[in-house]
């Protein structure tokens, strides 16, 4: 799934370290987010959302991932 994670934490001057601090997960769990390999839970992704502020939809490519996962679903 894509993400904004990285894009609003640099923004925000940010460390992957001080984001998991502020979320109550581990850095590495913020990198793997961030490279796509992971998905975050709602309440994860509601988190990081609030640190942002903004809305989950708009952190995690509400619109764009799920016009792809259309595209990849008719296409079978």
Not at 8 to 35: D, F, G, N, P
Not at 50 to 73: A, I, K, P, Q
Request: hydrophobic letters at 35%; one cysteine or more; proline letters at 1%.
């Amino acid at each position: 799934m894509k993400t904004r994670v990285k894009e609003y934490r640099t923004a925000a001057r940010m460390t992957q370290q001080q984001l998991a601090e502020r979320v109550h997960v581990s850095s590495r769990t913020v990198i793997s987010i961030e490279k796509g390999q992971y998905n975050p839970s709602l309440m994860l992704a509601y988190r990081m959302a609030e640190v942002f502020g903004v809305s989950v939809e708009e952190l995690c490519c509400l619109r764009e991932n799920r016009e792809m996962e259309d595209r990849n679903y008719f296409a079978l």
